[in-house]
């Protein structure tokens, strides 16, 4: 980046001042650089010692309830980043997802509990996850992935309702036509009372040189792993030829046919995949909490989410982590905010899609605009500039351009 | 055999009855649909409020289960209450949270739409009442029960029928019989064009609010004054059926709104009297997506070509 100084008045400029100009987009792109990343992963991992070192050193005694919810708004970074895979670079409006989350624990914890007396080991247990949410998710993907838009959105809600009725009415045998299927005992999802007793991971309690770890310091780790892994697996993507079909189909469907892009058979892969990596988090969050419940797949659930990813802005990683934390840590903090939360979530939703749809670090632009019969609906500044070296131009000015022109500004991914 | 044929009549009914609930609701979702292309996700829970505004009117007028003025007219002041009050609300909402987007990409008023929905919800538990709250309808209505041929059902339920019924008949001629109405059709065909015709589209949207939000706040009334509760949470479950028997009619056409909302109703009730009252809502939701795929535009919808 420094490297190629830009031709334009930047030269002179300060780095602080071009990374400004630079604008969200920018500042998205300087903060998925692994030199912000590694840094950042590191530090997150140990926060822990430093909470241990101070709780030591003073009287203050919150090591653990904020390892808790520092494991907490990890697991909600990794949902975020899993459902800005499908919303943000594929464009498809999942509202079903935090079923396949619900999916991949309650898959979890049947085989891990004494439910219906299975326990696989680990690695077995992780194939089971992952089947059955692969399972689920094409059941669901194919047929739906060929509707598009709204009504993709309709059939995934429907989708995430039967499941929720599922799970709250197979804690008896399925009674149909006044024929039981099953034997009387069956109780497969243990109804509103979830299942309990669900087995952690084999684990070490403790390791040489880092010693004893506790239980929510050791799924913090485990969250913060799968959220680096997420990241790096789809930072790579989005360079692949895969990411860049992803990003294709969700600004112009129609192009990308014309470009011969099989539209079904990438939108199915993001499905599948956001859908597969919700279910390992399930799978996670079931051996951290020991539990499997239903609430945790609610509706609202999903909405909860969904904030998280665009408030820190579609298509944007870190804003998924940033808008995680923004979601998690308050209601704990503040007992009395609890009530308010789902009236918090909801308000900020609204204010941010009227006032700043794109969020904070957004790189799609979903602003209105003035459409003179054209059909252009999407518009990715992070891919149209590589914004610190033409810190001039900005989201909007392109789209100014694009309607005074009427053509489609360069390919997103074009690199000279 | 003999069983299905002795409850069929009845279940037919109890269909009939939630149907038309459904259906009046699901107006509201195609009329809106039918002139935005927008799902209002929020829909359902203007009906919830509406059911609210009705109770809180009974409330003021009557006390220990006793009306203190008349009942028919408590009824017409809980009736002004809750259609005026939903009217209101439906295009407060659009003020604020879908006209901001209107020509933004599609994604963006639907998650608008879901976040209006679960803020109605939660403002609901939060600032008013998080139990239900029990509406004093025997005391406004007779709490007659009819019988006839061996199938009964309460006056109510009949009622409820009866204006739901009445006021889809109003609907139909008021959008293909008057001039407001056509400017309506004209703006849902093209509002581009419509705005040539001299048309005033924001009117014609608004008063679109309105009149869906002002019929869901009768469904409010009338839900109300048959199970004598509202909550909260009613409108989420009731609202998605409604919206789903307008999806299965064929999204935007409004007699297919009306008879999707009556077949939703009688699949239901058939379904939970006959196979599963277990899995009612895995049928009716399974009915949506088979549906939806064998037939996108739903049973009387018109081809869609580019709509999605």
Not at chain 1, 131 to 155: C, E, M, Q, S
Not at chain 1, 375 to 388: D, F, G, K, Y
Not at chain 2, 36 to 54: I, K, P, S, T, Y
């Amino acid at each position: 980046m420094s490297a190629q100084p830009a031709t334009l008045d930047t030269e002179t400029s300060h780095p602080l001042k071009r990374l400004w100009d630079a604008g969200p987009a920018g500042w998205n792109n300087a903060l998925t650089k692994p030199s912000v990343l590694v840094p950042f992963f590191i530090v997150a991992a140990l926060i822990p010692f430093a909470l241990q070192y101070v709780e030591d050193n003073s009287s203050w005694t919150g090591t653990q309830f904020w390892t808790f919810l520092l494991a907490n708004c990890a697991m909600y970074a990794c949902l975020a980043v899993a459902l800005n895979l499908v919303v943000g670079y594929a464009g498809l409006l999942n509202l079903g997802f935090i079923a396949f989350f619900g999916i991949g624990s309650y898959a979890y914890a049947l085989v891990a509990s004494n439910q219906i007396h299975q326990h696989f080991p680990f690695w077995a247990a992780l194939l089971v996850v992952i089947l059955v949410t692969l399972a689920f998710a094409l059941l669901v993907g194919i047929p739906a992935l060929r509707l598009r838009g709204d009504y993709l959105a309709i059939v995934t809600l429907g989708f995430g309702l039967i499941m929720n009725d599922l799970i709250l009415n197979l804690d008896r045998p399925p009674v149909l036509a006044g024929h039981q299927f099953g034997p009387s005992g069956l109780n497969l999802t243990g109804g509103t009372n979830g299942l309990h007793n669900v087995a952690p991971f084999p684990l070490p309690t403790s390791l040489p040189l880092l010693g004893e770890i506790p239980h929510s310091r050791m799924y913090y780790w485990i969250f913060l792993g799968a959220l680096a892994l997420s990241i790096y697996g789809i930072l790579r993507w989005r360079h692949s030829r895969t990411g860049r079909a992803w990003v294709a189909i969700r600004d112009d469907e129609l192009a990308a046919r014309a470009m011969g892009v099989n539209t079904f058979k990438y939108r199915l892969l993001a499905f599948c995949i956001s859908a597969v990596m919700a279910g390992i988090f399930g799978m996670i969050d079931a051996a951290f909490v020991f539990n499997a419940y239903p609430d945790n797949f609610a509706v609202q659930q999903t909405v909860t989410v969904f904030i998280m990813v665009i408030l820190g802005g579609l298509g944007s990683l870190p804003g998924a982590i940033l808008g995680a934390i923004a979601f998690t840590v308050p209601p704990y903090l503040m007992q009395q905010l609890v009530s308010y939360k789902y009236l918090i979530v909801a308000v900020a939703l609204i204010a941010v899609m009227v006032l700043r749809p794109e969020g904070l670090l957004g790189t799609v632009s979903i602003r209105p605009r003035k459409t003179m019969g054209g059909t252009v609906e999407l518009l990715t500044a992070e891919s149209t500039i590589e914004a610190t070296e033409l810190p001039a131009v900005t989201d909007t000015e392109v789209a100014d351009l694009e309607a005074q022109s009427g053509a489609i500004v360069e390919d997103p991914e074009w690199k000279p | 055999m003999d069983y299905f044929l002795q409850n069929f009549p009845q279940q037919l009914l109890n269909g009939l009855e939630i149907g038309s609930l459904y259906a009046l609701i699901a107006l509201g979702y195609t009329l809106i649909y039918g002139i935005l292309e927008l799902l209002n996700f929020a829909h359902g829970d203007v009906f919830m409020v509406g059911g609210f505004l009705a109770a809180g009117a009974a409330a003021l007028f009557v006390h220990n289960e006793v009306a203190v003025i008349p009942a028919a007219l408590i009824v017409t002041l809980m009736a002004v209450a809750a259609m005026g009050g939903a009217g209101m609300l439906g295009v407060g909402i659009e003020r604020v949270a879908y006209r901001p987007l209107r020509n933004a990409n599609r994604l963006a008023p639907l998650i608008t739409a879901i976040g209006v929905s679960l803020f109605l919800q939660s403002a609901m538990q939060v600032w008013v009442s998080p139990a239900p709250v029990l509406v004093p309808s025997n005391a406004l209505v007779p709490q007659t029960v009819l019988h006839a041929a061996g199938i009964e059902t309460p006056l109510t339920g009949l009622t409820l029928f009866v204006v739901a019924v009445a006021l889809m008949i109003g609907l139909d001629l008021f959008v293909f019989r008057t001039r407001f109405g056509s400017a309506m059709r004209a703006t849902a065909q093209d509002r581009e064009a419509a705005t040539f015709m001299g048309i005033d589209v924001d009117r014609v949207i608004m008063v679109t609010f309105f009149i869906a939000s002002a019929l869901a706040g009768m469904g409010g009334l009338l839900f109300g004054l048959r199970y004598a509760t509202v909550d909260f949470f009613m409108g989420y479950l009731l609202g998605i059926k409604a919206f789903t028997a307008a999806v299965i009619g064929g999204i935007g056409n409004l007699r297919g709104a009306m008879i999707g909302g009556l077949m939703l109703g009688i699949l239901e009730s058939l379904v939970g009297g006959f196979i599963s009252t277990q899995f009612q809502d895995t049928f009716v939701f399974l009915a949506l997506i088979v549906v939806l795929l064998v037939r996108p535009q739903g049973l009387f919808g018109q081809p869609l070509t580019d709509r999605a």
